[in-house]
């Protein structure tokens, strides 16, 4: 089993459509997951950090975080052309020192 | 200058030459990493340093060879590199690393990265 999983995608969704994006981890006492966007070409950025069981907000992005089934996921409401990117799953294992280890990422396409 | 700043951007370099990836953060973090980026590929980290010691180092071959003389700087120095070795290095800087302070919740900040051509 990968440490981090991610569908390779591509993940293609019309725009104004809902994009489901899912991380599995292996490391059950992992605490905090992080999803960062790379656009071609450019590095990866900060999007949403989630740390609690749940759902958290911010804007169009929302995170959510089952620890017990050790899986986070990333929706975006409203997708835009401009969302299009490749979307990177990074989960800090504390069973390995705190390391952060990323997913192999999930490209998605919004079409207009 | 803010954030985190690589340079240079593109490089292209033969079998036998020697050159230095450069880095700097103007974030004040404490922490600064080493990625590889290759094609369909995860981000593979290469070296961690916090507070200027290496707390990290993923088995890299040894013609990788970091450098962070102070908090803010970070290099990478190549030397006899193989093609395969082409890739996006990025470096990146977070806060706080977990081996000081147990935190585990401090994002990284990525610079823009160096595209590098082994020919």
């Known amino acids: 089993q990968k440490e981090v999983e991610q569908n390779s995608g591509p993940l293609s969704v019309p725009e104004g459509a809902i994009a489901s994006l899912n991380c599995t981890y292996s490391?059950?006492?992992?605490?905090?997951f992080f999803w960062y966007r790379q656009y071609s070409g450019k590095s990866p950025e900060l999007i949403m950090s989630i740390y609690s069981n749940g759902d958290k907000e911010d804007g169009r992005f929302t995170a959510q975080l089952n620890k017990a089934s050790q899986y986070v996921s990333l929706l975006i409401r409203d997708s835009q052309p401009s969302d299009s990117a490749t979307y990177l799953c990074?989960?800090?294992?504390?069973?390995?020192?705190?390391?952060?280890?990323f997913g192999q990422g999930t490209e998605l396409s919004v079409k207009p | 200058e803010t954030g985190v700043t690589q340079t240079p951007r593109h490089l292209v370099m033969g079998m036998t030459n020697k050159k230095s990836l450069k880095c700097e953060q103007h974030?004040?973090?404490?922490?600064m990493y080493w990625y590889k980026q290759s094609a369909k590929k995860p981000l593979e980290l290469m070296f961690v340093y916090s507070l200027e010691e290496r707390v990290e180092n993923n088995s890299v071959p040894s013609r990788f060879s970091p450098e962070c003389p102070n908090s803010s700087h970070l290099f990478l120095h190549l030397h006899t590199l193989q093609p395969e070795d082409s890739a996006l290095y990025l470096c990146?800087?977070?806060?706080?690393?977990?081996?000081?302070?147990?935190?585990?919740?401090?994002?990284?900040?990525f610079g823009n990265g160096t595209r590098l051509t082994v020919t």
């Open positions: 990146a800087s977070s806060q706080d690393h977990p081996i000081d302070r147990g935190v585990y919740n401090s994002p990284l900040h």
């Open positions: 490391d059950r006492v992992s605490q905090s």
């Open positions: 974030l004040g973090h404490n922490a």
């Open positions: 990074a989960v800090n294992f504390y069973n390995q020192g705190g390391k952060l280890i």
